[in-house]
């Protein structure tokens, strides 16, 4: 796995000058812009409005709401931690998008009716579970089988990681997916090579052939 400050850092080589690490970028305009990133892809791709949508990690909620400000109306949020849950609630009532649902889950371990989405979206928590120190390995397969069974086939799921490469990420979800695009991320240079500081692709789950780790398997 990459560490995400491997692939940020500046230096000369690449034709620009170099920037210093404090304009890197804050986790607030790493939000906003993987936000509009996955915003405008659905739109340039048409998904219908009436979509079911299901943000993991949705932390406060802000991406649903944006959502819901462009017309999508199926749209629900989980977060592990009930204080997210609560300020999204907070978030969405401010706001006056009553279309949004919010509920506490263990993404690890969905309860039952977390099923049957056509768009999962994920931009830091995959991140999070990579960086558990207590068998990380173990709970990114269990991440897999929970998007497996959360997931319909032929649904798309969109990630957006600081610490994983496009090729690491396609290794991570072999199996029961494809990789359908690749999303442009801002690139940096160091060593005079040059890198994205952010991962976002788009996989869709394979319509024939079982996805290997779900939970029916």
């Not at 819901?68 to 999204?88: E, F, R, V």
């Not at 706001?95 to 509920?103: A, P, V, W």
């Not at 240079?189 to 994205?196: P, V």
Request: hydrophobic fraction near 35%.
């Amino acid at each position: 796995m990459a560490v995400a400050g491997e692939r940020r850092g500046l230096g000369p080589g690449c034709g620009e000058a170099p920037f210093s690490p404090s304009v890197l970028g804050t986790r607030e305009q790493f939000g906003e812009e993987s936000m509009v990133r996955l915003i405008r892809w659905m739109e340039k791709h048409k998904i219908p409005l009436d979509s079911s949508v299901l943000d993991i990690g949705t932390g406060n909620g802000v991406l649903l709401v944006e959502l819901a400000k462009s017309g999508y109306t199926n749209l629900t949020g989980i977060d592990y931690s009930p204080s997210a849950i609560q300020l999204s609630e907070q978030v969405k009532e401010k706001e006056g998008m009553s279309n949004i649902k919010f509920q506490v889950e263990d993404f690890l371990a969905p309860s039952a009716e977390l099923s049957g989405f056509q768009i999962c979206i994920d931009k830091g928590t995959f991140d999070a579970i990579s960086l558990n120190p207590e068998n990380a390995a173990g709970k990114r397969k269990e991440y897999v089988r929970s998007l497996c069974s959360v997931l319909q086939p032929e649904g798309f799921f969109l990630i957006t990681s600081c610490n994983w490469t496009k090729e690491e990420l396609l290794d991570e979800f072999r199996e029961g997916f494809e990789i359908l695009e690749e999303l442009p991320t801002p690139k940096f240079c160091f060593g005079g090579r040059i890198g994205n500081s952010v991962t976002a692709l788009v996989f869709q789950r394979k319509k024939v052939g079982p996805c290997i780790l779900d939970r029916s398997d």
